[in-house]
């Protein structure tokens, strides 16, 4: 017989045990995903990992019990900013958001019903103080996981992936002028940017185009133009800026990763008549040459899943995923019609 689960907030002495637990699925994380920090095999750098989430208190956990052992925990956190925030771009505000440390279910146990019975203990108390789009981060290739969450009504939204920073052969490259921007190449960064907004807006992604950004992603970038530790990449053809890859340290790279000798790729862009004609090979490969002679080993970057274009294109480039984010978007009517 089956031990029933009970399921009850997470408190900080359960710290210990959601590190342990969390180690052991990195462990198995990394019999199949590259690119993943090998010292999160152990429980005490796991735990320094997941800590923040225990004394962040706009982070909510629960703890799920089977025969008196820890079966699984879960954290979310509520994403609580703006919405003239730069942030707004890949969060939505008043959100929830359950990060790829921030959850483990404990080997033998049937990670759906941990999942569910976690995810329904948290999700009562968000969709009551209005917080009807739920997050989380898992990692790729975890069919168990992914069934989890998938029941749950989650669906893909974002996928981050790593590749080494070794040469990018040459095969449809286009021939390019690679400049390094400077803070007076704003307005062209922006262009760019915002270039790479209006496709996203496009079908089948559906990302909207949040001008209320506008403001804080300019200064946002003029300040890393000016900063000069990190370049920004603007590929010229015929004096016509096409293309445009942007770096930052540690950026977006999922904390899984490790991040000592990774850079994160912020924005990859090709301009609408450009796309297909080889700009974005030229640049990576001006880029991953950068990197590696940087002394950097890896580089990571986030593209969206149904992107018809950039998922193939960084997938055919040697990305591997290292985490999927899943979302749910609950309906709002639930706060009324009951």
């Not at 800026?241 to 991040?259: D, E, I, K, N, S």
């Not at 000592?260 to 297909?276: I, K, M, P, T």
Request: net charge negative; hydrophobic share 40%; charged share 20%.
């Amino acid at each position: 017989m089956v031990a029933s689960l009970t399921v009850r907030p997470a408190r900080a002495g359960d710290l210990d045990a959601a590190a342990s637990l969390f180690a052991a699925r990195h462990r198995h994380d990394r019999t199949r995903i590259p690119h993943l920090e090998p010292r999160l095999e152990e429980p005490a750098a796991a735990r320094e990992l997941i800590r923040p989430l225990f004394e962040n208190p706009r982070a909510h956990g629960a703890v799920a019990e089977s025969g008196g052992s820890v079966a699984g925990f879960l954290f979310g956190e509520e994403m609580l900013f703006a919405p003239s925030d730069m942030a707004s771009l890949f969060i939505p505000p008043h959100s929830i958001s359950m990060p790829i440390e921030g959850h483990a279910v404990a080997e033998r146990q049937d990670a759906t019903d941990v999942y569910r019975a976690l995810y329904g203990f948290l999700a009562s108390r968000w969709v009551a103080n209005g917080f009807f789009i739920h997050r989380c981060a898992i990692p790729p290739g975890d069919d168990q996981v992914q069934e989890a969450w998938v029941s749950l009504g989650f669906g893909r939204y974002l996928t981050a992936a790593t590749r080494p920073t070794s040469p990018v052969e040459r095969q449809n490259v286009a021939a390019i002028e690679v400049q390094r921007a400077s803070p007076e190449d704003i307005d062209v960064v922006a262009e760019l940017a915002e270039c790479l907004g209006r496709w996203h807006w496009q079908a089948p992604m559906f990302w909207p185009v949040l001008h209320a950004t506008d403001a804080a992603t300019r200064e946002f970038n003029l300040g890393q133009l000016r900063s000069g530790d990190l370049p920004f990449f603007v590929g010229y053809q015929d004096g016509t800026p096409t293309g445009m890859q942007t770096f930052l340290r540690p950026g977006f790279t999922p904390p899984v990763v490790a991040r000592d000798g990774d850079v994160y790729l912020f924005e990859g862009v090709v301009s609408d008549g450009a796309r297909g004609g080889g700009v974005g090979s030229a640049l990576l490969r001006h880029s991953m040459d950068w990197a590696r002679n940087a002394g950097y080993e890896s580089c990571t970057l986030h593209f969206a899943p149904g992107n018809p274009s950039g998922a193939p294109f960084w997938l055919g480039h040697g990305f591997v995923p290292v985490e999927h984010t899943m979302e749910r978007r609950v309906d709002e009517r639930v706060a009324w019609a009951r």
